[in-house]
């Protein structure tokens, strides 16, 4: 791995600088969208903000997890990229700017993160480095994308499958070795551990549905694979037990929270396919529920190190974003109070990455203030 870290000399920590930026940029992007309920005019279109959080906080999530250590230069290229993505999708009309900053930090992200997983030797964690290669390179084939005439949200969608893919495999490494360390200390043993077989196969089929996607979008058939991985997950969180343990492990039970979501929304979007629901119904479960709760759980567990945060934290993630998934559900069928819904969503949603940004940052000064 020192083709991807600049050795012990580097200073800068990747998660200090992109956690913060994520959780703020989380807690702002909405209203970019959803300016017209305050008076104003929208800042981006549905399109871009679609692409804000897909490449934008995704991207920012990514680096912070997996980039580690990096010279201050190296540091600066990263982040400054990452940055001027955000500003040019807010400021620029210019569509090959902005492109070309989505395809140069996603290429420059990839050359970090894939090498970490090339001495991995069971194949669903070989499968780790390319599946992060495709999810950071994605804006080169989104263009491929609408080059050949396909529409904005199939390529999109197409993503999001992926992502979901990601969240359940690193979700899932993140949860085994919380729930063994959290059962050793109740004096129990860990019922199921990786469950490789569940893994595997819901691996496969989230592949299996993403490439189709890709390339035979909304067809009806992709439910089936679909929702076999939404009954997968929530077998797998129902054999860990996690909601066995106390609340005293908010955090493992924050954890647990958005597999659920992302099984619920996995379901929602099988429905959406088969013509039983709007197509962004069950997107908004995966986008919002899921990826809002696991990527915040998992946020402030390694922002706090070995600390342990209040509970309240957690809990109030929870609900914050709990209430912001069902209300942005339930504007899809209440149009006349469709506005209103979505700006409650968007509220509950900034207030919690608020919630986040402020945690992660005051533990940034007390490590630092530590000399750590």
């Known amino acids: 791995m020192g083709s991807i870290h600049s050795g012990p000399?580097?200073?800068?920590?990747?998660?200090?600088?992109f956690f913060p930026a994520a959780a703020l940029f989380a807690a702002v992007a909405p209203w970019l969208l959803l300016s017209g309920v305050l008076g104003f005019a929208p800042v981006v279109d549905v399109?871009?903000?679609?692409?804000?959080?897909?490449?934008?906080?995704?991207g920012a999530l990514i680096a912070g997890y997996l980039v580690g250590k990096l010279s201050a230069r190296a540091m600066g290229l990263l982040f400054g990229l990452w940055l001027g993505g955000r500003l040019a999708e807010t400021t620029s009309d210019s569509t090959a700017l902005i492109n070309l900053l989505y395809a140069a930090y996603g290429v420059l992200l990839a050359v970090?993160?894939?090498?970490?997983?090339?001495?991995?030797?069971?194949?669903?964690n070989r499968l780790t480095g390319p599946l992060l290669a495709l999810i950071a390179c994605f804006p080169l084939?989104?263009?491929?994308?609408?080059?050949?005439?396909?529409?904005?949200?199939?390529?999109?969608y197409g993503l999001?499958?992926?992502?979901?893919?990601?969240?359940?495999?690193?979700?899932?490494r993140f949860i085994t070795p919380a729930l063994a360390v959290a059962f050793a200390r109740e004096g129990q043993r860990l019922p199921q551990r990786v469950q490789p077989w569940i893994e595997g196969t819901t691996m496969v089929l989230l592949l299996l549905a993403s490439g189709a996607y890709l390339w035979q979008p909304g067809q009806a058939w992709i439910a089936a694979p679909v929702l076999a991985a939404a009954v997968l997950i929530w077998v797998r969180v129902l054999r860990w037990q996690l909601f066995a343990l106390s609340w005293h492990y908010a955090e493992i039970w924050a954890l647990g929270v958005g597999y659920l979501w992302l099984g619920l929304g996995l379901l929602l979007f099988a429905l959406s396919l088969l013509g039983y629901l709007p197509g962004v119904a069950g997107v908004h479960v995966i986008t919002v529920g899921a990826l809002g709760t696991l990527s915040s759980a998992v946020m402030l567990k390694l922002s706090a190190k070995k600390a342990t945060l209040p509970q309240g934290i957690y809990v109030g993630m929870m609900v914050l974003i709990a209430g912001a998934?069902?209300?942005?559900?339930?504007?899809?069928?209440?149009?006349?109070?469709r506005e209103l819904l979505l700006g409650m969503s968007a509220l509950a949603w900034s207030a919690s990455f608020a919630l986040i940004a402020w945690t992660i940052m005051h533990r940034n000064r007390e490590i630092q203030g530590n000399g750590r």
């Open 141 to 156: 084939l989104y263009w491929g994308f609408a080059a050949s005439g396909r529409a904005l949200n199939f390529s999109l």
């Open 9 to 17: 000399r580097a200073g800068l920590y990747a998660q200090r600088i």
């Open 112 to 124: 970090h993160v894939v090498p970490r997983f090339s001495a991995a030797k069971k194949w669903r």
């Open 325 to 337: 998934t069902g209300l942005r559900f339930a504007a899809n069928f209440a149009p006349l109070q």
């Open 160 to 172: 999001i499958l992926l992502i979901a893919l990601l969240m359940f495999f690193m979700g899932g």
């Open 47 to 58: 399109g871009t903000h679609a692409r804000g959080l897909l490449f934008g906080y995704v």
